[in-house]
C-alpha cells in the first residue's frame, strides 16, 4: 500500500519536473515578448501624450483667437478634422495594444 503511494508521488513529482523545465525553457522568450510588449506601450502612451498635448496648444490659440488677442490664424475645418481623425487613430492604437 505504501509503495504504490510512493509509486504514484514519485509519477508526480516526475510530471512536475518535466513541467518545470518545460516552463524554465519557455521563460527567456515570454521575458522577451514582455519587453517587446512594454515597448509598445510606451511608444502608444509618448504619442498620445503628443496628440493631447497638440490639442492644448491648438484649443489654447483658439480661446486667444476668439477672444480676440491674436488675429491672423486661420483654421480651416480640414485641419480640424484631420487633427481629431488622427487623435482617434492614436487612441484605435491604443486599444489594439492594449486589447488585441
Do not use: H, W, Y
Not at 519557455?26 to 515597448?39: A, D, L
Not at 480651416?76 to 486589447?99: D, N, R, T, W
Amino acid at each position: 500500500m505504501l509503495q504504490k503511494e510512493r509509486a504514484e508521488l514519485a509519477k508526480i513529482a516526475d510530471k512536475a519536473n518535466k513541467t518545470l523545465e518545460v516552463l524554465k525553457a519557455k521563460e527567456p522568450e515570454m521575458v522577451s515578448s514582455i519587453k517587446v510588449c512594454r515597448e509598445k506601450l510606451d511608444e502608444a502612451k509618448s504619442s498620445l501624450q503628443n496628440v493631447a498635448t497638440r490639442s492644448k496648444v491648438l484649443s489654447g490659440l483658439l480661446k486667444q483667437r476668439d477672444s480676440g488677442r491674436i488675429r491672423g490664424i486661420f483654421v480651416s475645418f480640414f485641419l480640424i478634422f484631420f487633427f481629431f481623425f488622427f487623435l482617434f487613430l492614436s487612441c484605435l492604437l491604443l486599444f489594439v495594444f492594449f486589447f488585441l
